[in-house]
């Protein structure tokens, strides 16, 4: 029997799928193929990781949540493009993606890069939607927050900086920078957001931000394990990729049991990170060890 | 000696380019690759008309010349970034834009991928800060207005119908939605810009609209008739290619004469719109002529 944390995640993305299901509404005229493109990109699969973070941060701040959805949702419509873009031929060039061919693979690249720039528009027109939150100054700091955390001084600067590391040896200190801004902005915004949505004050803004900067890592930290120990059946995609390449990971860099370890010690110091919420917090001191034992 | 329109631009262009080269510093980290072809596909050229139509609308409604400047700054972000999405070899496959080698000629295709998608979130960015305007719903609307001129059902759109009408033929309605959509949709934005900065009441807002919906046309077409007739070194970009792709353009669906009675039809009913403003919008009801005229 799933556990009280695996059907919250369970729900959850099943509202951000039916969001997103609602959102792009498929369409018969000439311009079709992006429609459909973007569906194929965006619907049908992932844990939906970051929508939930949005979800159980609003929670803890009594957030509407419409609100918290449409944000989830903003989140995740960028998250879905940049593995869309990710996976383009002239960047990591990966043909599967969730077990299915990638976007390119299904449509073309064209299409595939055009779909990505739409996904991203969008989640800018459904934030700064009244929809989303009836205070436009609580919209215009949504949308501050998640062009800072997707942008270059975020997630797309993280993934420059993962094209550096392919033929550049970085060290710890660099791996962790370059995740902290290729994953971990994300996942920084997801946490934060319900923080926005509900104004909170400083101290609880600063424990989520510091439980997501936690999370974030070892999120990163689980997925170079998984690079290396996980079955391509499970994880969707091929493993080994980064080995392979003779990229610097957190594996690499500590081995796997020293990587596991540090995996863990996150995990643990996050959920503390969000001890003065109390027991509202529990599946989000859940998630934080489900990010570390998870197998895809 | 250049006339008062000609002055005009060449100040905002100056101005704009200023303001792109303050927001995109220059970095020595290992991701300055990025920064370095956000900088090169969004500084050094351009007629910069968006913005000059963002600055002239502004000043129909006395909006401080800074908030226009960043909003005017924004939407050209947008622009560049789709010029550097829609060279690419899966795209247009263009070597050569403003007579220099293209972003993914000059450093590679991964890297302009990632520096459109950075310069597109920048927009947003610039959007929502407080210091585009101090309303926060004023920053809102501006968002939202931008995504939808940007997105699926508008820019991005376009570009995907640009991509069917390689293998199907147009007639002249579906040409001109595609144009509307595919550079239509940004040139209407800026012109509204200046009447949701303003807070511009419904007619004039109305009277913005419907000269944007027309120079938005009459631009395309001009585009057009140099695809055809204009020389590659003026215009930067080799021409003849839309007649060698066997594509429909207005001047295929009208003949030259019929194209270039149509712009200058659309040029006049365009100024005429704005005749409600009197004097002040010379230069917008300029720009429309010279959007006709140009060679470039």
Chains 1, 2 share one sequence.
């Not at 939930?52 to 493009?81: K, Q, W």
């Not at 779909?115 to 009244?130: K, N, R, S």
């Not at 957190?250 to 081995?255: D, Y």
């Not at 796997?256 to 989000?284: I, K, P, Q, S, W």
């Amino acid at each position: 029997m799933a556990s009280q944390l695996e059907q919250a995640m369970a729900r959850a993305a099943a509202s951000v799928e039916a969001a997103i299901d609602r959102l792009l509404i498929p369409t018969v005229r000439p311009e079709a193929p992006l429609w459909d493109a973007m569906r194929y990109g965006a619907l049908g699969g992932g844990k939906r990781l970051r929508p939930f973070l949005v979800l159980e941060s609003s929670g803890l701040f009594n957030v509407a949540p419409d609100h918290a959805l449409r944000t989830g949702m903003a989140v995740e419509l960028i998250h879905c493009y940049s593995l869309i873009h990710d996976d383009l031929p002239a960047m990591d060039n990966s043909d599967l993606r969730r077990g299915r061919p990638t976007v390119h693979r299904q449509f073309n690249e064209a299409v595939a890069v055009l779909a990505g720039d739409g996904l991203l528009t969008l989640a800018f027109e459904v934030l700064a939607d009244a929809a989303t939150h009836p205070d436009p100054s609580v919209r215009s700091a949504l949308v501050m927050a998640l062009a800072v955390a997707a942008g270059p001084s975020g997630m797309v600067g993280g993934q420059m900086l993962d094209l550096v590391a392919e033929t550049t040896s970085f060290d710890l200190v660099e791996t962790t920078r370059l995740q902290e801004a290729k994953t971990g902005a994300l996942i920084r915004f997801s946490a934060e957001a319900g923080a926005i949505l509900g104004g909170a004050g400083p101290e609880e803004r600063r424990a989520l931000e510091n439980y997501a900067r936690d999370i974030g890592l070892a999120f990163q930290i689980a997925d170079d394990i998984l690079d290396v120990e996980g079955s391509a059946d499970a994880v969707g995609k091929p493993v080994g990729v980064d080995a392979a390449a003779g990229k610097a990971t957190f594996v690499s860099l500590l081995g796997v049991e020293g990587a596991r370890a540090e995996a863990l010690r996150l995990a643990d110091r996050a959920a503390r990170h969000l001890d003065l919420f109390g027991t509202r917090a529990a599946n989000l001191q859940g998630v934080a060890h489900f990010i570390v034992h998870r197998n895809a």
